[in-house]
Structures are given as C-alpha cells and as structure tokens.
C-alpha cells in the first residue's frame, strides 16, 4: 500500500463523522486578552530553567492513557506524513502545575469561568518546524484525575503572534494574536496548531470544569 493511500484513511475517517470544513464552528474566545500577572518573558525564562521537568513527546502513539480514537487519530496523522521528526513537543505540569497556574491568576481563573483547584494546566513549547497536526480532545488525563462532568478546555496565548505561529479551530485559522489570547475549545472539536516561523511558539492549556 503506497503513502498516498494511506493518508485517504484519516478523510475517510471524517467523512464517515461528517466532518466537513464546509460546516462553520463558531469559536468562542474571550472579548478581551486575559489581563494576566505575568509578563511573557518570564514564562519563556522560567521553562528554560525548568526544563528538566518538561515532558518531551511526539505523536507516536505509545502513551496509554490516551482514548481509542485518540490513538487512532495519532496513528493516521503518521499515516499522513507525521512522525517524530516534526510533531516535537515540550511539555510542563503532570508533575506539578501548581507554578502555572500561578503564573495565570485567580481572576484569570474566574475570568474564563474555571475553578482554579480543579484546573489543570500545561505549558507547551512549538520549536520551528514542529506541529500538532489534526485532532480532538479527549480529556482522560483530567478526568482520571478530578472525575468525568461538564468539562471545557481554554487555549491561552504566552507567546504574542510571530512569523509562522497558527492556530486552526475547525474552519477558524487564528493568527496576529497578542499574549493573553484565550479561546475556548470544547471536547470532540478538531484542531491542529504549529510552528512554521523562526522563534518558540509557547502556549498553555487549561482544563477544568465549567462552573
């Protein structure tokens, strides 16, 4: 079977759901950037000195808390053309988020209507040339950890826009952003995000439940 009859899998696969680009998903970000406490240098600097205790994965598919179709759409991506090579991420907070989520604010928290308690968050760092290439959200790291319920997940922007950084929310590419940027992406939508510039792209996500 050649490469090029692989990749129809992972269309076939949105097909088969309906998944279309021609439908429009409304995106909900907040009308305002997130007035947070923290300057974006100094997460940039923080996770340089901390990155012993980042997490540095790809999208091969051998972590097995990840759902089915969870495994399932890593696996077509590599079907597709993806590989350890360029879907490189650094990631802070499994072992402890407590740091970035005092780096966000409680006001950010209530801001975006999460409980920062029952929050998790995570820093994630883009090198130039590596994606996170089309997916959904399953969750299962949270609710293994704070319970199954009415679960929503934020994007915020450390980073400002730079040569390159996107954001695509179904058939929304979100770019020139600032730092603060939030945007809302609930479960079983699909989204990708990358770096084709030339700086770190760093973002971070939080999830909790909606109160």
Do not use: C
Not at 2 to 17: A, C, G, N, P, V
Not at 108 to 122: I, N, P
Not at 138 to 166: C, L, M
């Amino acid at each position: 079977m050649s490469i090029y009859e692989k990749r129809d899998y992972y269309q076939t696969f949105l097909d088969e759901q309906k998944i279309s680009l021609d439908n429009h998903f409304e995106i909900s970000p907040l009308e305002t950037q997130l007035n947070l406490k923290w300057r974006w240098e100094a997460i940039v600097k923080w996770a340089d000195q901390n990155r012993d205790s980042a997490i540095h994965k790809s999208i091969t598919p051998i972590r097995p808390f990840v759902s089915d179709e969870s495994m399932r759409e890593s696996v077509m991506s590599m079907w597709a053309g993806y590989s350890e090579h360029n879907t490189q991420e650094w990631n802070w907070g499994f072992k402890s988020d407590a740091i970035l989520k005092d780096f966000i604010g409680e006001k950010a928290f209530a801001t975006m209507g999460l409980d920062m308690q029952t929050s998790m968050v995570r820093l994630l760092q883009y090198d130039p040339g590596q994606m996170l290439p089309l997916h959904t959200d399953s969750y299962n790291g949270f609710k293994d950890r704070y319970g199954d319920g009415n679960i929503t997940r934020w994007f915020i922007a450390v980073t400002p826009w730079d040569w390159g950084h996107f954001l695509q929310v179904h058939d929304n590419l979100i770019s020139k952003y600032d730092s603060g940027y939030a945007l809302q992406i609930p479960e079983g939508v699909y989204h990708l995000s990358g770096n084709a510039g030339i700086n770190p792209k760093y973002t971070f996500t939080v999830t909790g439940f909606i109160k």
